[in-house]
């Protein structure tokens, strides 16, 4: 639309110019036949020369010579279009300035513009319907090309899926769609032979297996009567344990009876035969000779009875002591206690007994802190192990050491003699337990020294344990927590 209303302005401005050349070269007559004859042409309404008073000078249409318009656009100055009415119809007018204030009329119907309009929609109308159809065609068969082979891999991929592995698909180009069939029905081939190995292995091992199934189930047959068997033992040894529990039990109670029954007959023979020494002594005085000799045999006789009996009464007070540490009855009498103090006063009474051993007996003590404990009982501690280390040492001597350790004050009584076997150490704090040695043969006790300084290391909260190398000597030691208060630990109740 816009091209024709510039085509009628162009017409408009040659006509102004052909009207002025009018002017110059030709009659007012002239300039009319010009406007006749340029009002013919197609789709042109009307074509009109109006002076500048708006007087039609001349039309293409006769009847319109010395009307008048009544519009702004006769003083146009520069080609306009505007809208006119021409016999009730609504059309264009293109108005082109000419010479002296003229302007030059072409009136123009707007059906030709809608014309042009329709015809313009419906040439693109065709064309777009015309592009849609290639279009359409183009993408059905491209759409064909391209999806038929992707169903065909979906279809593959559903069966090999189901356990379909010799399926294969079309291979129908070469271009990438074919290198992934190539590549699917390769997959598919190397699936179906691993498949077909996998189920020759399976087949294999299922016969491997019900072969071991079969051996299997004959040793679990044979377990079963094992496990039976072994619950028969188990009972058996059960009910020996328990037997051996009482007996043990039986054990220890006839032990503190003995004990308990012979504690007062041996106090009183061992003062009886300490008034027998006592008689015959005075009776030596009076004899000389042969005599007086037999005399003294009678009396070494009666000491070395009376020094069996002092012995016999020490094992059974350790008997009786070690009974009651077992059954919590013992009552300590506890007090703050400075460990160099105790230790000196054990060490005191043993260096006559390893001089004359040939022994040193030394001490090696620090600054300590005190602790709280029992004296009597703690002293009896170092009683044992320090006899037992001058007993078990030929050369060299013992050395008693203490030193603060954390919370606990640490006590070790080393000696150079003879050592523990190996074999011995879980045993040693057993009662009545000996190691087995010549020294021990010569040199025998009771069995029941450490199995006391163990019970009473941790009645006061310690703990006790040796180090040994055979034949190199040995190392007991035992720890006491430091004293934080004072008092006495509650009586319970006696036994025995």
């Known amino acids: 639309m ?12 040659i006509i102004a110019m052909s009207v002025s050349s009018a002017e110059v070269n030709f009659s007012p007559a002239h300039k009319r036949t010009i406007i006749k004859e340029m009002g013919i042409g197609k789709g042109i309404v009307y074509c009109r020369l109006v002076k500048p008073s708006g007087e039609i000078f001349s039309s293409s249409i006769p009847a319109e010579h010395g009307l008048f318009i009544d519009d702004p656009a006769t003083f146009a100055a520069e080609p306009v279009v505007i809208d006119d009415v021409w016999e009730g119809q609504r059309i264009k007018a293109a108005v082109a300035p000419s010479y002296r204030g003229y302007t030059v009329w072409v009136g123009f119907s707007t059906e030709e513009v809608g014309k042009a309009v329709s015809g313009m929609v419906l040439y693109n109308v065709l064309l777009a319907l015309a592009i849609v159809g290639v279009g359409a065609v183009v993408s059905f068969f491209l759409a064909q090309k391209l999806t038929h082979p992707i169903d065909e891999l979906g279809e593959g991929v559903i069966a090999i899926g189901e ?3 010799g399926h294969r698909v079309r291979v129908m180009s070469h271009d990438e769609l074919g290198d992934l069939a190539r590549a699917f029905n390769w997959m598919s081939e190397h699936l179906e032979q691993s498949k077909a190995g996998l189920e020759k292995t399976v087949e294999g091992r299922t016969e491997e297996l019900t072969t071991k199934s079969g051996k299997l189930e004959k040793t679990v047959e044979e377990l079963e009567q094992m496990r039976a068997a072994m619950e028969s033992v188990m009972e058996d ?6 037997g051996l529990e009482h007996a043990d039990e039986m054990r220890e109670a006839f032990l503190r009876n003995i004990a308990h029954e012979l504690k ?5 023979m061992k003062l009886d035969i300490e008034r027998l020494i006592k008689r015959e002594r005075k009776k030596v005085k009076p004899y000389k000779g042969t005599k007086a000799i037999g005399q003294m045999d009678n009396i070494e006789i009666m000491e070395d009875i009376l020094g069996g009996t002092d012995r016999f009464s020490v094992t059974v007070k350790k008997i009786l002591h070690l009974s009651r540490l077992e059954a919590g009855a013992v009552v300590y009498t506890k007090h703050m206690h400075s460990p160099e103090k105790i230790v000196d006063g054990v060490l005191e009474e043993y260096h006559p007994l390893a001089k004359g051993q040939g022994l040193y007996l030394k001490e090696k003590l620090g600054k300590l802190p005190k602790v709280f ?14 006899g037992n280390a001058i007993k078990f040492t030929e050369e060299g001597g013992v050395t008693v050491s203490a030193m603060k350790a954390g919370e606990y004050v640490r006590f070790e009584v080393e000696d ?8 011995a150490i879980p045993h040693l704090f057993t009662k009545f337990f000996q190691v087995s040695s010549g020294l021990a043969r010569t040199a025998p006790g009771t069995g029941l020294g450490l199995a006391i300084s163990k019970a009473t290391v941790e009645a006061h909260g310690g703990k006790i344990w040796v180090e040994s190398e055979y034949g190199k000597g040995s190392k007991f030691i035992f720890i006491l927590p430091i004293g ?13």
Request: glycine share 12%.
């Open 163 to 165: 356990g379909n592995m």
């Open 373 to 386: 404990v029992d004296r009597e009982q703690i002293e009896e501690v170092f009683h044992n192990l320090i």
């Open 237 to 242: 040894l059960s009910e020996a344990n328990e």
């Open 484 to 496: 934080k208060g004072a008092g006495k630990r509650p009586a319970k109740k006696r036994g025995g």
């Open 416 to 423: 150079t003699g003879i050592g523990i076997p190996p074999d």
């Open 264 to 268: 007062t007959p041996i106090t009183i």
């Open 2 to 13: 816009a091209n024709l209303i510039d085509a009628r302005l162009s017409e408009a401005k």
